[in-house]
């Protein structure tokens, strides 16, 4: 008979690793957040002691609250505990045009992650195409570009843990997100934790993973790995020697530059999005936590150079903060943006860095992290003979999602008119840009993009996000030949609804730190 | 409301409490706060429900009088046509305070009686008088002492209860749809109650520590009280 997969090994912690871990320990191991008096998985988490993480996804999407309920935390106790804000989308600052020296005001759109009003029942962007003159996309058709303006959360004290007026995930620290979870998954989902170095990896006859050797822990055995070990790749890179695809002539920003700045006053308000300003050679990100600022210039190489993307570093933070910005300690990153031709070999699967990075654009990271582990939770083999059927498959949509999110990210490039760098312009050259996406560019001069654009059903991105950029980017779309006036008398009551909701929302919804100091006085209600 | 202030037998000394009860002295009350300690009187007149404070989210228990703001279905002819009215209601214009006292050189709070000095049922011609003439309190005083006393402990036990009907996942939210026999509709939103098959399936010690709480019997008088919701509507019909 065949052996069914009973032990699992995760290599490497960090956000990646301890999500994996939850995720498989929440599926099989636990009912409602409780761990089952016979867990039916061994599920052991084994993370050097010397390794340091690196610890820098601080953004995620919605998705992660449905994460943290399954694994069965509390969200008044994950919001305390690792500094989190509420996130409501991306606002991209001068993406279309660069900010003149003579001080006019800077453009910016938001992506937010509500889907627009009556989603359900129609798509409003064809209708929307004909106001376009008098008001912007976002603004049609949902309210958080108004609400984050204001820095106002997407709830109430009021509202349930994970339940909310707007729809949002979290700005967090990243390295108190790992402790919390590791300290839940071992506390409360019976996930064994072992510190000690992995000093090698061995394989079977068949090619299979089937066991490492550790400095202290002696040798572990194991029916399946999953590989956490960051960009090192170690067991799916270099053991089963999947190739890398790099992504560097489509998205060409390889390096980081990241800094933690206070705040000016302890009430300065918490941004409710990610700012993504746009610079000659690369885009700032600024994520608002309560307690600090994270600050990164993301930028090509290629065509800046560290001294001067630095020097881009400071002057953005220069009219926010009221520190010496000359003595920032500044971390320097490097990105291999691309990732792994499959994410799942034999009997390993690489969930995180290890199977791939790009620029955080979208905060698609910890996005990813949470597809693949619930991939596996849920896809999980019932034994070694069937894995590959699985495995096929799983490599398939990972293509698809990396293919999804290379194109979605270059959108914002391709469609920006900056002329201020060669960067700019490199963008827009068509050997850059993927073929499908320059298909869909095409296509999308006569129709705005729609839920037939997207390839199948549990894609990253809707079809709204393309609308968001695309519109929020001033691209330019044919006006429809033809609406029904039916659903044209529907669009506009829509239309209307949003308004007063927008209007509504403001008079009702706190800011981020009133909200925040009010969970941490009396926490948020459970139902 | 205006600041409330310390009660005292000097500045207050004439003050009368008029305790009819009217919409002019802010009877007119969709619901009241109420707690475990006073269930049995309450569930015999009014529905009980569980709602949040829209300041701080956490849950408490009402007592409901009406189907929108402002409506009190009690309230008819200038009386209050119940038996039993809540003491968060009878308690007004009296609150609980709190004030730090040296007592043998160690600091202690003591719960004091404030006032809300712009309430419409202070006067000095007619109603209850809180002082004799030539000092000492009346026992209508004396009987708002013991009703603040009563709503500070119901409101710590109250606090208590809930907390164990959120453990034990037994509040659940419902929508409460009424129609009136002039085909009227109201919709009620933002109420919660006791889910009856949570309910059913707690195992017997866990039953047993309710009682032991005196839980269990305020559960069952939550449950009981929803029948009083027919008396509403048979109010509302009739207007």
Avoid at chain 1, 94 to 105: D, F, I, L, V
Avoid at chain 1, 328 to 336: G, N
Wanted: glycine share 6%; hydrophobic share 35%.
């Amino acid at each position: 008979m065949a052996q069914a997969i009973q032990n699992i090994i995760i290599v490497g912690g960090g956000t990646a690793g301890w999500l994996t871990a939850g995720i498989l320990a929440a599926e099989h191991n636990a009912d409602n957040g409780k761990l089952s008096p016979s867990p039916k998985l061994n599920i052991t988490l084994i993370e050097s002691p010397d390794v340091p993480t690196i610890g820098v996804g601080e953004g995620t999407w919605p998705s992660m609250r449905t994460t943290l309920k399954n694994i069965g935390i509390s969200e008044t106790e994950f919001l305390l505990s690792c500094d989190a804000s509420f996130k409501q989308g991306s606002r991209f600052i001068n993406w279309t045009h660069a900010q003149k020296a003579n001080g006019n005001s800077a453009e910016h759109y938001l992506h937010p992650f509500s889907l627009p009003i009556g989603t359900n029942e129609l798509d409003l962007c064809p209708h929307w195409l004909a106001h376009r003159e008098q008001v912007s996309f976002a603004d049609a058709v949902g309210q958080q570009n108004q609400l984050s303006q204001l820095s106002l959360a997407p709830k109430q004290i009021t509202t349930g843990e994970y339940q909310f007026q707007n729809n949002y995930g979290y700005h967090l620290n990243a390295g108190k997100f790992s402790q919390l979870l590791q300290q839940h998954c071992t506390e409360k989902l019976g996930v064994t934790h072992i510190q000690d170095h992995v000093t090698a990896i061995h394989k079977n006859d068949s090619g299979d993973i089937s066991h490492l050797s550790t400095k202290q822990s002696g040798e572990l055995s194991a029916d399946f790995f999953v590989d956490c070990t960051g960009v090192k790749s170690l067991i799916l890179g270099e053991q089963l020697n999947v190739p890398f695809i790099c992504q560097k002539s489509v998205l060409f920003n390889d390096s980081a530059l990241a800094v933690q700045v206070p705040y000016p006053s302890a009430d300065t308000e918490i941004a409710s999005c990610t700012h993504s300003t746009a610079q000659s050679n690369g885009w700032i990100w600024d994520i608002g936590l309560p307690t600090r600022r994270g600050v990164g210039h993301v930028y090509s190489s290629s065509h800046t150079d560290q001294a001067q993307a630095e020097q881009q570093l400071v002057e953005y933070l220069k009219p926010t903060v009221n520190i010496d910005v000359d003595n920032l300690e500044i971390r320097k990153l490097s990105i291999a943006p691309g990732h792994r031709q499959v994410c799942w070999k034999n009997n390993c699967m690489a969930v995180g860095m290890a199977s791939g990075f790009i620029e955080p654009l979208e905060a698609s990271a910890l996005a990813l992290v949470e597809w693949s582990a619930n991939t596996l939770a849920q896809q999980l083999p019932a034994n070694r003979q069937v894995m590959d059927i699985v495995s096929a498959r799983v490599n398939k949509r990972f293509n698809q999602h990396w293919q999804q999110i290379i194109e979605f990210l270059k959108l914002h490039y391709v469609l920006s008119k900056r002329s201020d760098s060669d960067y700019w312009h490199d963008h827009r050259e068509s050997c850059s840009i993927p073929e499908s996406l320059q298909q869909q560019l095409k296509l999308w001069r006569t129709q705005a993009p729609s839920k037939h654009d997207i390839q199948h059903t549990d894609a990253l991105f809707p079809a709204a996000s393309f609308q968001f950029v695309l519109y929020g980017m001033g691209f330019q779309t044919l006006l429809p030949s033809q609406l029904k006036p039916s659903l044209q008398n529907r669009a506009q009551q829509l239309f209307t609804e949003n308004i007063k909701r927008t209007q509504g929302l403001q008079q009702l919804l706190p800011t981020n730190r009133e909200l925040l100091a009010k969970i941490a006085q009396y926490g948020l209600p459970k139902i | 409301m205006n600041k409330p202030v310390l009660l005292n037998s000097v500045d207050h000394k004439d003050l009368k409490i008029i305790t009819e009860r009217s919409e002019k002295y802010g009877d007119n009350l969709w619901y009241t706060v109420t707690f475990p300690a006073e269930f049995r009187s309450v569930q015999a007149h009014y529905p009980i429900f569980f709602q949040k404070d829209t300041n701080t989210g956490q849950f408490y228990s009402i007592a409901m009088f009406g189907f929108q703001h402002k409506e009190n279905l009690f309230l008819q002819d200038g009386k209050w046509q119940a038996a039993y009215i809540p003491l968060t209601v009878r308690r007004q214009p009296f609150l609980i305070g709190q004030q730090t006292v040296q007592e043998d050189g160690v600091e202690q709070i003591q719960r004091v009686i404030h006032l809300d000095p712009n309430h419409p049922r202070i006067n000095e011609d007619q109603g209850e008088p809180l002082f004799f003439p030539y000092g000492g309190n009346t026992p209508y005083l004396d009987e708002v002492g013991d009703m603040l006393e009563t709503i500070h402990h119901g409101l710590i036990d109250s606090k208590n209860f809930i907390d164990t009907l959120i453990k034990l996942e037994l509040l659940e939210s419902f929508t409460l749809d009424i129609e009136l026999d002039n085909g009227e509709k109201h919709q009620m939103i933002g109420f919660y109650t006791i889910n009856e098959e949570t309910l059913a399936a707690l195992p017997a010690e866990t039953l047993a520590q309710l009682h032991q709480q005196g839980y269990l019997n305020a559960i069952y008088m939550t449950l009981a009280s929803q029948s009083n919701i027919r008396q509403l509507l048979n109010f509302k019909n009739a207007q």
